[in-house]
T-cell receptor
Framework: SQTIHQWPATLVQPVGSPLSLECTVE??????LYWYRQAAGRGLQLLFY??????ISSEVPQNLSASRPQDRQFILSSKKLLLSDSGFYLC???????????????FGSGTQLSVL | AQKVTQAQTEISVVEKEDVTLDCVYE???????LFWYKQPPSGELVFLIR??????QNEISGRYSWNFQKSTSSFNFTITASQVVDSAVYFC????????????FGTGTSLTVIP
């Protein structure tokens, strides 16, 4: 069966420090991968998505970046964190079932990031 | 423009009451998919349902039911005889045919079921 792993679960970082959040998917190949952020207002904001290795689409210009070094690995990074980067970060995956149509999103357990 | 609108920010009901969560969407595609997700306090989003635009039949799964009406661009979710375990944030989402790699989420409705 497919599983998604996201870590760490909780992270407290000072302003200006770097960030690296990792997400891996098991049990499937060539998934579409996503990074979402959920700020205090609870809405889900799409940050990045990837349809293949090295292919990253950015939805919101900001000081975050994403990389997909392997088929089932998705990394969210920042060189210098801002206070506004605080939030709940969710990784998700899906599989295309025809044309660019996805069955559904499967979410990781999330990372609560606090930037102080 | 917001593609998915969940106008209800917070709802509180007493246990065993029925509650309906509203979802209004906007799209120009004729083929699209609608979703509902539940986010319990643990944080992980749990998939509840996926409905394609050609299937307007209402669906019932236990205490959960969904009312899809294309005429009003709505996909409402009803919980019958609510329970404390239903307390969560619920998200409605949309995926369009020709941009199917993107999922557009509403801002969520926080449901509190009071015992």
């Amino acid at each position: 069966s497919q599983t998604i792993h996201q870590w760490p679960a909780t992270l407290v970082q000072p302003v200006g420090s770097p960030l690296s959040l990792e997400c891996t998917v098991e049990g499937t190949s060539n998934p579409n991968l996503y990074w979402y952020r959920q700020a205090a207002g609870r809405g889900l904001q799409l940050l990045f998505y990837s349809v293949g290795i090295g292919q990253i689409s950015s939805e919101v210009p900001q000081n975050l970046s994403a990389s997909r070094p392997q088929d089932r690995q998705f990394i969210l990074s920042s060189k210098k964190l801002l206070l506004s980067d605080s939030g709940f970060y969710l990784c998700a995956w899906s599989v295309e079932v025809g044309r660019p149509t996805n069955e559904k999103l499967f979410f990781g357990s999330g990372t609560q990031l606090s930037v102080l | 423009a917001q593609k998915v609108t969940q106008a209800q920010t917070e709802i509180s009901v007493v246990e065993k009451e029925d509650v309906t969560l509203d979802c209004v969407y906007e799209t120009r595609d004729t083929t699209y998919y609608l979703f509902w997700y539940k986010q319990p306090p643990s944080g992980e989003l749990v998939f509840l349902i996926r409905r394609n635009s050609f299937d307007e039949q209402n669906e019932i799964s236990g205490r959960y039911s969904w009312n899809f009406q294309k005429s009003t661009s709505s996909f409402n979710f009803t919980i019958t005889a609510s329970q404390v375990v239903d307390s969560a944030v619920y998200f409605c989402a949309l995926s369009e045919e020709f941009n199917g790699n993107q999922f557009y989420f509403g801002t969520g409705t926080s449901l509190t079921v009071i015992p």
